[in-house]
């Protein structure tokens, strides 16, 4: 039998990004929350996998404890079971300190895993750090951004978009993939799922002191990020009349935006 491991993170919804702007971090528990789309994909990507061979599904998301809807959600589509890791330690992580944390739980928890499934990205802070950083941590071998893949034995085969070219490649297992989101398009959880996603009580609950970690590799004391500045971005239209006959309106354009043309089309206009 696989065993397949779904990391989850549950994010703000766009629309409400609520900051603190002191600590530079989400004020998580203010804002509704859902599963991040690209973990949906990869999530989507262990069922397809489980629908084909025979396996079982942990997903694990880290967050406080209204994190854990994103884990009935996956339960309600087919996951087997849930870990939550929730703990006032666990705040203001980065990167650095969330892989590490995931590591030590899947060693503990899932110590028999064969493939980790992520999203490519999170859609609170897009780093595409913490699959990776995951596979460091757990020293196995993985592979990001990819498309579609199939496992064969003990082999996993995998497909990727990289700088317009087509990658296919093999790796073996144990190992890490992260998802991309132009496919495995997540399905929806039905209301019977639902029912029984409630009904079972699968959802584990875990603290630093359950996994055992070290205080100072977690939460904000174990993160080496620090922000510096928080900011919400501004767009700001301007408008330009460009006035006389068409020879000098031309002129104008390209005497003011030729450069910028000239990136656009590829080509050189004091050229043509």
Same mark, same amino acid.
């Given at each position: 039998?696989?065993?397949?491991?779904?990391?989850?993170?549950?994010?703000?919804?766009?629309?409400?990004?609520?900051?603190?702007?002191? /600590?530079?971090?989400?004020?998580?528990? *203010? !804002? $509704?929350?859902?599963?991040? +789309? %690209?973990? =949906?994909?990869?999530?989507?990507?262990?069922?397809?996998?489980?629908?084909?061979?025979?396996?079982?599904?942990?997903?694990?998301?880290?967050?406080?404890?209204?994190?854990?809807?994103?884990?009935?959600?996956?339960?309600?589509?087919?996951?087997?079971?849930?870990?939550?890791?929730?703990?006032?330690?666990?705040?203001?992580?980065?990167?650095?300190?969330?892989?590490?944390?995931?590591?030590?739980?899947?060693?503990?928890?899932?110590?028999?895993?064969?493939?980790?499934?992520?999203?490519?990205?999170?859609?609170?802070?897009? /780093?595409?750090?913490?699959?990776?950083? *995951? !596979? $460091?941590?757990?020293?196995? +071998? %993985?592979? =990001?951004?990819?498309?579609?893949?199939?496992?064969?034995?003990?082999?996993?085969?995998?497909?990727?978009?990289?700088?317009?070219?087509?990658?296919?490649?093999?790796?073996?297992?144990?190992?890490?993939?992260?998802?991309?989101?132009?496919?495995?398009?997540?399905?929806?959880?039905?209301?019977?799922?639902?029912?029984?996603?409630?009904?079972?009580?699968?959802?584990?609950?875990?603290?630093?002191?359950?996994?055992?970690?070290?205080?100072?590799?977690?939460?904000?004391?174990?993160?080496?990020?620090?922000?510096?500045?928080?900011?919400?971005?501004?767009?700001?239209?301007?408008?330009?009349?460009?006035?006389?006959? %068409?020879?000098?309106?031309?002129?104008?354009?390209?005497?003011?935006?030729?450069?910028?043309?000239?990136?656009?089309?590829?080509?050189?206009?004091?050229?043509?």
């Amino acid at each position: 039998m696989l065993k397949l491991i779904v990391c989850i993170k549950q994010v703000p919804m766009v629309s409400e990004l609520p900051w603190n702007p002191k /600590t530079g971090t989400l004020k998580r528990e *203010l !804002a $509704e929350g859902m599963m991040n +789309p %690209a973990c =949906a994909h990869a999530l989507e990507a262990a069922l397809q996998i489980k629908s084909r061979h025979k396996c079982e599904i942990t997903a694990i998301t880290m967050g406080p404890t209204m994190a854990e809807e994103v884990l009935y959600e996956a339960m309600a589509v087919g996951a087997d079971r849930g870990l939550l890791l929730t703990d006032p330690a666990f705040a203001a992580a980065d990167t650095y300190a969330t892989s590490y944390t995931l590591a030590k739980t899947i060693e503990k928890q899932c110590p028999d895993f064969d493939l980790i499934l992520c999203g490519c990205y999170t859609s609170d802070s897009e /780093t595409a750090q913490v699959g990776p950083q *995951l !596979a $460091e941590e757990l020293d196995i +071998p %993985a592979a =990001a951004y990819v498309e579609d893949f199939e496992i064969k034995g003990r082999t996993v085969r995998m497909q990727r978009v990289s700088d317009n070219f087509l990658e296919i490649m093999e790796m073996k297992l144990p190992g890490l993939v992260t998802i991309m989101t132009r496919s495995y398009a997540p399905r929806y959880p039905s209301l019977e799922g639902l029912a029984n996603a409630y009904d079972r009580p699968q959802i584990k609950m875990l603290g630093a002191k359950d996994i055992e970690l070290d205080l100072n590799k977690i939460g904000r004391k174990g993160s080496p990020t620090q922000i510096i500045n928080v900011y919400s971005p501004t767009a700001e239209n301007k408008n330009v009349v460009l006035k006389g006959t %068409a020879k000098i309106v031309v002129n104008a354009i390209f005497d003011n935006y030729g450069e910028k043309i000239s990136g656009a089309i590829g080509k050189d206009l004091k050229k043509m």
